[in-house]
């Protein structure tokens, strides 16, 4: 990665998202708000340091590119080699947030069932409160994470549940396995 810390702000098919970036990877990624400027305001919020508008690197550019054509619906919507910066998170967090990217797209587990596969199912609370602080979303896919029974649970983005359905949507989830009336 370069030396430097900056962000950008780039359009794609479901709106104007974010990224900033460090020397160690990319520090946080963010779905769109209503207005750009909401979506810089909320991709820089829980960064150490004031972090500058910038140029990308290549590899950020690389990644900016990838996750556009995810956000098109093009395979593979596949995140998991971009390289994210965790060292500001707990190990907690980045166990969560690794197992989660660890989801492949079009497909989704509960949070139940992730804290069953992290060593204690009554962990699935703290994994809905991992993923609604998710600083990455959707290079972490916390949107592959349901609550109980299939429903949306929470999902912090702007737009709520109806983002997470979309996420879904745009990568080939069916619930239930079956195609909807619309597809």
């Known amino acids: 990665m370069d030396s430097t810390a900056g ?65 098109r619906g093009e395979r593979p919507a596949d995140l998991r080699h971009l390289p994210l910066d965790m060292s500001r998170l707990t190990p907690f967090l980045q166990r969560v947030y690794e197992r989660a990217r660890a989801i492949p797209p079009g497909q989704v587990l509960n949070y139940g069932e992730l804290a069953a596969e992290m060593g204690d199912r009554n962990m699935a609370r703290a994994i809905g409160q991992a993923m609604g602080a998710n600083p990455f979303a959707p290079v972490v896919p916390c949107h592959r994470v349901l609550a109980a029974g299939g429903q949306a649970g929470g999902f912090s983005a702007s737009g709520g549940a109806l983002t997470k359905w979309r996420l879904l949507a745009i990568e080939g989830y069916q619930p239930g396995g079956q195609p909807s009336l619309f597809d």
């Open 7 to 71: 962000h950008t702000l780039f359009e794609t098919a479901i709106g104007v998202c974010g990224m900033a970036w460090g020397p160690a990877g990319i520090t946080a990624v963010q779905l769109p708000e209503p207005t750009p400027e909401g979506t810089r305001q909320r991709l820089l919020r829980n960064l150490p340091a004031p972090v500058p508008e910038a140029e990308p690197p290549p590899v950020v550019q690389s990644a900016i590119t990838e996750l556009k054509a995810a956000l």
